[in-house]
């Protein structure tokens, strides 16, 4: 291990901080938490005092915060009492229906519209297609592998992670890959918060979110006329129940494609870099004992989960865990938190990479929201460790990563590294 791993001192005053709060006064949804990495910190003080905890003061709000991995489940089973749908309030804790900023999509959706419309893109995941998919990402990961620099440092977000999922994505939705980067750009612009760096206003996000519409609007008028492309476009023009929807709910696909390609893949990919860093012992492991790649991908899911949250709203009055949440509340559901759950998980923050149950994880949903994706999620992170295990003997961090501010997307903005050879 060599980044210096310790949190800096304005990140233990954060620590120290939480632990001194009143328990209703705790709000967990603070990006600045998530940035200097105490989120699970915080998290861990509700699940062991307050695992169905009221903030009426938060910095998004009044809202719920479940934590527990049983109560995540329990209300991601519960569509009818716990509501996911755009008009409702949608999935995150920040969203809200009047806002310009938030679009409809099927992740948004109740049921039945939200079957109607996951079943149209649901081929593009199947076992023939990811097959084919596998084979052309071991062509890329090795590619992107054989290019990088060895005894220099460089940042992995960028070279690896971003230029991995960038042509995934470009590849899934049917776009050119000279357009591959892009996408990655309108991915982050989709899910800033106020002050984002690259969209500090909303503004700034707009405008990148309408390049993005204007050409997917494009290949939208394309794909009307001949869907008979296996991309996701093409299948949901495909379909009757999906080619007449509305202009905004289809541009409220596309960025929930577009988000959950990148950020899912991505974080995880670096969050995999990060864990064996910090647990060698688990690298050693793999190496002694190849076959355990099957396992990696769940496990990094659970140990980064890159969202860190999904958000659903109360359709009724409803007694939960001896609390009672009214008619509207906002029921924040914290993925980040039960996938630490030492009720499920022994030694939650470390992470192991034979976890015998590390697919209870619920870093990708569960129930009629679980990630569509999530096959080839665990495809990519799969294969570009068979590639890096063939060529190189370890991967060194050499700097504490930059998180990224936000408490929706737990990942990283970048990650120093450095190769000291190739096996």
Not at 129 to 144: D, K, P, S, T, Y
Not at 264 to 288: C, M, Q, W, Y
Not at 352 to 358: C, F, H, L, S, T
Not at 415 to 423: D, G, M, N, Q, S
């Amino acid at each position: 291990m060599n980044a210096p791993w310790n949190a800096p001192e304005h990140a233990q005053s954060l620590k120290d901080q939480i632990d001194g709060l009143p328990i209703e006064q705790l709000d967990v949804g603070r990006p600045d938490y998530f940035e200097l990495g105490v989120a699970e910190h915080a998290l861990h003080r509700l699940r062991r005092e307050a695992p169905v905890h009221y903030c009426a003061g938060g910095l998004y709000g009044a809202y719920w915060s479940i934590t527990r991995h049983r109560d995540v489940e329990a209300i991601e089973l519960d569509p009818q009492t716990f509501s996911s749908d755009h008009f409702n309030g949608g999935i995150t804790i920040a969203s809200h229906p009047d806002e310009p900023q938030f679009f409809p999509a099927f992740i948004s959706m109740d049921p039945p519209r939200h079957g109607e419309h996951r079943k149209a893109v649901a081929p593009a995941f199947s076992l023939d297609r990811m097959n084919a998919f596998g084979e052309q990402v071991r062509l890329w990961c090795a590619e992107i592998l054989d290019d990088l620099p060895i005894g220099a440092a460089f940042d992995w977000v960028d070279r690896v992670s971003i230029g991995l999922t960038a042509r995934t994505l470009a590849l899934l939705l049917g776009v050119p890959q000279a357009h591959a980067r892009d996408l990655i750009r309108w991915s982050e612009a989709a899910v800033a918060l106020p002050g984002h760096p690259l969209f500090p206003t909303i503004e700034a996000k707009l405008a990148a979110l309408h390049e993005c519409f204007a050409m997917f609007d494009s290949i939208w008028e394309k794909r009307l006329s001949d869907p008979s492309g296996g991309d996701l476009v093409s299948l949901l023009a495909s379909r009757p129940e999906t080619r007449n929807m509305a202009k905004a709910e289809f541009h409220g696909n596309i960025l929930l494609l577009l988000v959950g390609g990148n950020d899912t893949t991505r974080n995880s990919i670096s969050g995999s870099v990060v864990a064996f860093d910090r647990h060698p012992a688990e690298l050693a492991k793999l190496r002694a004992d190849p076959g355990l790649i099957r396992n990696l991908a769940p496990e990094i899911f659970r140990w980064q989960t890159p969202l860190a949250h999904m958000r659903r709203t109360a359709v009724r009055d409803v007694d939960f865990e001896g609390r009672r949440i009214r008619k509207g509340d906002k029921v924040v559901l914290w993925y980040l938190s039960a996938n630490r759950d030492e009720r499920i998980f022994d030694e939650g923050d470390a992470f192991v990479i034979d976890r015998r149950n590390a697919r209870r994880q619920l870093a990708l949903g569960a129930g009629i929201h679980r990630c569509i994706g999530a096959r080839a999620a665990e495809l990519q992170v799969r294969i570009l460790w068979e590639e890096i295990l063939k060529r190189f003997r370890r991967i060194d961090v050499t700097a504490a990563p930059r998180r990224t501010p936000s408490c929706f997307i737990h990942g990283f903005q970048d990650l120093i590294v450095k190769i000291p050879e190739r096996a």
